[in-house]
């Protein structure tokens, strides 16, 4: 079971810092959590994954909790080109698919 | 460095014809993945192929599909006798191997049947 919990949609203050949570309380040690983002029918974009340790890069950071029950993802400044459906993905090394919920459709406002 | 490429980018056939859909890795990228997302659901895995292989086909629907990615080409997504229910975008991902590097995806193709 690659289950993962997320709100169905956020909204967020353009310029402000959006969170978006997720919950994945079985996961296990091997696996990763990974976070994509589809803007409107494009084809996913790769954000950001981690295994255990916090993770920055230049669109965003990952904060997983110690007992990797659950993660956020911090968009520190978001526009109003964030605005998409953002998923949290928990896969094992070498499985290859990708399971996709339903995701977070986050919203962001002027 | 181009990103993954696929092509066409829309396709429309008529039922019971045959579609065809292709898809160019990154640069380098050993690795390749389909993705099937019909109106108004969420992206399902189809299949996993390395070069000449077919590492995990679990989410290919039992009839008229297949895939392959030959030594040199791209990969192909085959539909054959199509029907109204297959009309979804089907996204193709590469990664440059397994393990926990990300995939990367494209734009996608937009299949219709008449």
Redesign the interface.
């Known amino acids: 079971d690659a289950k993962t919990t997320q709100p169905p949609s956020m909204d967020c203050a353009e310029g402000r810092a959006a969170n978006l949570p997720c919950n994945h309380s079985t996961i296990s040690g091997n696996e ?1 959590v ?1 976070w ?1 983002r ?1 803007i409107h ?6 954000i950001i ?1 981690g ?1 255990k340790n916090n993770e920055t890069n230049e669109m965003a950071s990952l904060i997983i909790t110690e007992d990797r029950k659950s993660s956020t993802l911090i968009l520190p400044h978001a526009t109003l080109r964030d605005t998409a459906v953002y998923y949290c993905i928990r896969t094992g ?2 499985t ?8 977070t459709t986050l919203q962001v406002k002027p | 460095n181009a990103g ?1 490429m696929q092509n066409p980018r829309h396709l429309v056939r008529r039922r019971g014809q045959e579609a065809r859909l292709r898809c160019s890795p990154m640069k380098g990228h050993s ?1 390749v ?1 389909w ?1 099937r997302q019909l109106p108004e659901e ?4 189809m299949v ?1 192929l390395q070069k000449e292989n077919i ?2 086909e ?2 290919m629907p039992k009839e008229r599909f297949s895939a392959e990615f030959p030594k040199e080409g791209p990969s192909i997504l085959r539909i054959q006798q199509v029907v109204r229910g297959d009309s979804a ?1 089907y ?1 193709c ?1 590469s990664s440059p191997t ?3 590097q ?7 193709t937009r299949l219709s049947i008449l």
Not at chain 2, 102 to 108: A, K, N
């Open positions: 990763y990974y994509y589809q029918s494009q084809g996913p974009q790769y994954h295994l090394v070498n290859g698919k990708l399971i996709f919920g339903q995701g | 993954v690795h993945y993705y969420g992206l399902k895995f996993y590492i995990d679990s989410g975008a996204f991902a397994g393990g926990h990300p995939q990367h995806f494209g734009d996608g």
